[in-house]
Protein backbone atom coordinates (compact mmCIF):
# COMPACT_ATOMS: atom_id res chain seq x y z
CA UNK A 1 0.00 0.00 0.00
CA UNK A 2 0.97 3.32 -0.55
CA UNK A 3 1.28 4.97 2.84
CA UNK A 4 1.40 8.38 1.65
CA UNK A 5 -2.18 7.80 0.76
CA UNK A 6 -3.17 7.31 3.99
CA UNK A 7 -4.52 9.67 6.27
CA UNK A 8 -4.53 9.16 10.16
CA UNK A 9 -6.91 10.60 13.06
CA UNK A 10 -5.46 9.04 15.77
CA UNK A 11 -2.15 9.33 15.41
CA UNK A 12 -1.05 7.44 18.35
CA UNK A 13 -2.91 4.12 17.06
CA UNK A 14 0.18 2.02 17.19
CA UNK A 15 0.92 3.27 21.20
CA UNK A 16 -3.01 2.19 22.23
CA UNK A 17 -2.61 -1.03 20.66
CA UNK A 18 0.89 -1.76 22.66
CA UNK A 19 -0.47 0.01 25.74
CA UNK A 20 -3.66 -2.69 25.59
CA UNK A 21 -1.25 -5.93 25.09
CA UNK A 22 1.22 -4.86 27.95
CA UNK A 23 -2.03 -4.41 29.90
CA UNK A 24 -3.85 -7.90 29.38
CA UNK A 25 -0.50 -9.62 28.42
CA UNK A 26 -0.07 -11.07 32.02
CA UNK A 27 -3.36 -12.25 32.75
CA UNK A 28 -4.61 -13.18 29.27
CA UNK A 29 -4.70 -16.79 28.78
CA UNK A 30 -3.21 -16.90 25.03
CA UNK A 31 -4.55 -16.44 21.63
CA UNK A 32 -5.90 -19.72 20.55
CA UNK A 33 -8.90 -19.71 22.62
CA UNK A 34 -9.12 -16.36 23.84
CA UNK A 35 -10.22 -15.59 27.21
CA UNK A 36 -12.38 -12.27 28.34
CA UNK A 37 -9.28 -10.50 29.06
CA UNK A 38 -7.88 -11.25 25.42
CA UNK A 39 -11.18 -9.94 23.94
CA UNK A 40 -10.21 -6.66 25.47
CA UNK A 41 -6.91 -6.10 23.25
CA UNK A 42 -8.81 -7.71 20.25
CA UNK A 43 -11.32 -4.65 20.97
CA UNK A 44 -8.69 -2.34 21.14
CA UNK A 45 -7.43 -3.39 17.75
CA UNK A 46 -10.78 -3.55 16.39
CA UNK A 47 -11.56 -0.16 17.77
CA UNK A 48 -8.07 1.59 15.77
CA UNK A 49 -9.13 -0.13 12.47
CA UNK A 50 -12.49 1.53 12.60
CA UNK A 51 -11.85 4.77 14.00
CA UNK A 52 -8.28 5.78 13.82
CA UNK A 53 -8.15 6.55 9.70
CA UNK A 54 -9.60 8.50 7.08
CA UNK A 55 -12.31 5.49 6.65
CA UNK A 56 -11.89 1.97 8.14
CA UNK A 57 -8.97 0.21 7.42
CA UNK A 58 -7.51 -3.34 7.75
CA UNK A 59 -4.95 -3.99 10.15
CA UNK A 60 -2.66 -6.60 11.30
CA UNK A 61 -1.06 -7.32 14.39
CA UNK A 62 1.77 -10.47 14.69
CA UNK A 63 2.81 -11.57 17.96
CA UNK A 64 6.44 -13.11 18.08
CA UNK A 65 7.69 -15.79 20.71
CA UNK A 66 8.80 -13.19 22.64
CA UNK A 67 5.74 -11.07 22.71
CA UNK A 68 6.76 -8.86 20.55
CA UNK A 69 4.16 -6.54 18.64
CA UNK A 70 4.42 -5.82 14.66
CA UNK A 71 1.41 -3.85 13.38
CA UNK A 72 0.41 -2.29 10.36
CA UNK A 73 -2.26 -1.10 8.10
CA UNK A 74 -4.00 -1.67 4.74
CA UNK A 75 -6.94 -0.85 2.83
CA UNK A 76 -10.40 -1.58 3.60
CA UNK A 77 -9.39 -5.17 2.66
CA UNK A 78 -6.04 -5.16 2.46
CA UNK A 79 -3.08 -5.14 4.47
CA UNK A 80 0.96 -6.02 4.70
CA UNK A 81 3.84 -5.10 5.93
CA UNK A 82 4.98 -3.72 2.62
CA UNK A 83 6.62 0.08 2.88
CA UNK A 84 6.03 -0.60 7.00
CA UNK A 85 9.10 -2.61 7.05
CA UNK A 86 10.41 -1.41 10.12
CA UNK A 87 11.67 -2.88 12.94
CA UNK A 88 10.74 -6.67 11.16
CA UNK A 89 13.99 -7.59 11.44
CA UNK A 90 13.76 -8.28 14.89
CA UNK A 91 11.29 -10.72 14.81
CA UNK A 92 11.83 -13.90 16.81
CA UNK A 93 10.04 -17.35 15.59
CA UNK A 94 7.56 -19.17 15.75
CA UNK A 95 4.90 -16.10 16.04
CA UNK A 96 2.21 -16.94 18.80
CA UNK A 97 -0.14 -15.44 16.74
CA UNK A 98 -1.16 -13.40 13.16
CA UNK A 99 -3.99 -11.37 14.30
CA UNK A 100 -6.19 -8.92 11.48
CA UNK A 101 -9.31 -7.13 11.29
CA UNK A 102 -11.81 -7.17 8.18
CA UNK A 103 -13.37 -3.56 8.72
CA UNK A 104 -16.38 -5.37 6.53
CA UNK A 105 -17.94 -6.98 9.03
CA UNK A 106 -17.78 -11.17 8.73
CA UNK A 107 -14.64 -13.12 10.94
CA UNK A 108 -13.66 -15.81 8.15
CA UNK A 109 -10.74 -16.36 6.39
CA UNK A 110 -10.76 -14.79 3.15
CA UNK A 111 -8.48 -17.14 -0.17
CA UNK A 112 -5.87 -14.75 0.51
CA UNK A 113 -5.85 -15.06 4.58
CA UNK A 114 -6.07 -19.10 3.79
CA UNK A 115 -2.69 -19.56 1.79
CA UNK A 116 -1.16 -16.80 4.24
CA UNK A 117 -2.10 -19.64 7.12
CA UNK A 118 -0.83 -22.41 4.92
CA UNK A 119 2.33 -20.95 4.35
CA UNK A 120 2.96 -19.89 8.11
CA UNK A 121 1.57 -22.62 9.36
CA UNK A 122 4.06 -24.59 10.68
CA UNK A 123 5.79 -20.86 12.21
CA UNK A 124 2.92 -19.80 13.62
CA UNK A 125 0.95 -20.82 16.55
CA UNK A 126 -2.61 -19.14 15.70
CA UNK A 127 -4.58 -17.52 13.92
CA UNK A 128 -7.28 -14.51 15.01
CA UNK A 129 -9.67 -12.36 12.29
CA UNK A 130 -11.57 -9.60 13.85
CA UNK A 131 -14.78 -8.75 12.31
CA UNK A 132 -17.95 -6.35 13.94
CA UNK A 133 -18.69 -7.77 17.37
CA UNK A 134 -17.59 -11.35 16.21
CA UNK A 135 -14.03 -13.14 15.63
CA UNK A 136 -13.04 -16.67 14.59
CA UNK A 137 -9.45 -17.51 16.10
CA UNK A 138 -7.76 -20.95 14.74
CA UNK A 139 -5.16 -23.06 16.01
CA UNK A 140 -2.63 -23.63 12.89
CA UNK A 141 -1.65 -26.89 14.08
CA UNK A 142 -4.79 -28.87 13.98
CA UNK A 143 -7.57 -26.22 12.95
CA UNK A 144 -9.51 -26.06 16.26
CA UNK A 145 -11.15 -22.99 16.43
CA UNK A 146 -13.30 -20.64 18.37
CA UNK A 147 -15.90 -18.36 16.89
CA UNK A 148 -17.77 -16.02 18.70
CA UNK A 149 -20.39 -13.24 18.78
CA UNK A 150 -21.40 -10.61 21.00
CA UNK A 151 -23.96 -8.34 20.36
CA UNK A 152 -28.13 -8.09 19.79
CA UNK A 153 -29.34 -10.87 17.63
CA UNK A 154 -30.93 -9.17 14.30
CA UNK A 155 -32.84 -12.15 12.24
CA UNK A 156 -31.97 -11.36 8.57
CA UNK A 157 -35.59 -11.07 6.55
CA UNK A 158 -36.59 -13.67 4.81
CA UNK A 159 -36.75 -13.47 1.00
CA UNK A 160 -40.11 -13.35 -0.21
CA UNK A 161 -40.44 -16.99 -1.81
CA UNK A 162 -39.36 -18.39 1.71
CA UNK A 163 -42.29 -16.97 2.99
CA UNK A 164 -44.43 -18.26 -0.24
CA UNK A 165 -42.99 -21.81 0.64
CA UNK A 166 -43.79 -21.62 3.88
CA UNK A 167 -47.17 -20.81 3.52
CA UNK A 168 -47.43 -23.98 0.73
CA UNK A 169 -45.25 -26.31 3.38
CA UNK A 170 -47.91 -25.68 6.05
CA UNK A 171 -50.96 -25.68 4.00
CA UNK A 172 -50.16 -29.11 3.14
CA UNK A 173 -50.00 -30.12 7.05
CA UNK A 174 -53.04 -29.42 7.43
ZN1 LIG B 1 -8.63 -11.29 5.87
Not at 3 to 30: A, C, H, P, T, Y
Not at 63 to 69: C, E, G, N, Q, V
Not at 150 to 155: D, K, M, N, T
Amino acid sequence: MNIEELEIKNEDWKEKIQESFDRVKGLMQGFVFPCNITELFLDEIWKQSTEAFDKPREIQVLIDAKDDLYISVGTPSFVSFENQEDGLEGMQLPYKCWIHTHPFGSAYFSGTDWSTINTWKTLMESAIVLGDREYLAYRCDDGLSKKCYLGFYEQPAKPEWVNAAEDVLDGEEE
